[in-house]
Nanobody, 125 residues
Framework: QVQLAESGGGSVQTGGSLRLSCAASGYSYSRGCLAWFRQAPGKEREAVAF???????FYADSVKGRFTISQDNTTTTLYLQMSTLKPEDTAMYYCAAANWNLFLRPLSAGEYSHWGQGTQVTVST
């Protein structure tokens, strides 16, 4: 029943900014973990940022200080504000949701049962 749909990707120059959005439906913020993942060609899918069940946030070391995750509970939308973009940020970006449990491993893509279709971010020099 959960549906996720990303938007906001595009092509920008190094140092530029983008704001990604993920429209969610059928999801309860009190019952799971919301996350942004990304996957570059030839690389594994990695966690970029997420909200745990208790609201705790996580950022990958590579994006700390540059990306900000937020959510709008009124519209059930998840956001990722991306600034000072680098070529290394080039990837397909996905939003994902996982059902919460005490032993959830939020860094692991395999824990997430719901995924959006992805939105491409390309950063050129």
């Amino acid at each position: 029943q959960v549906q996720l749909a990303e938007s906001g990707g595009g092509s920008v120059q190094t140092g530029g900014s983008l704001r990604l959005s993920c429209a969610a439906s059928g999801y309860s913020y009190s019952r799971g973990c919301l996350a942004w993942f990304r996957q570059a060609p030839g690389k594994e899918r990695e966690a970029v940022a997420f909200f745990d069940n208790d609201g705790t946030t996580f950022y990958a070391d590579s994006v700390k200080g540059r990306f900000t995750i937020s959510q709008d509970n009124t519209t059930t939308t998840l956001y990722l504000q991306m600034s000072t973009l680098k070529p290394e940020d080039t990837a397909m970006y996905y939003c994902a949701a996982a059902n919460w449990n005490l032993f959830l491993r939020p860094l692991s893509a395999g824990e997430y049962s719901h995924w959006g279709q992805g939105t491409q971010v390309t950063v050129s020099t």
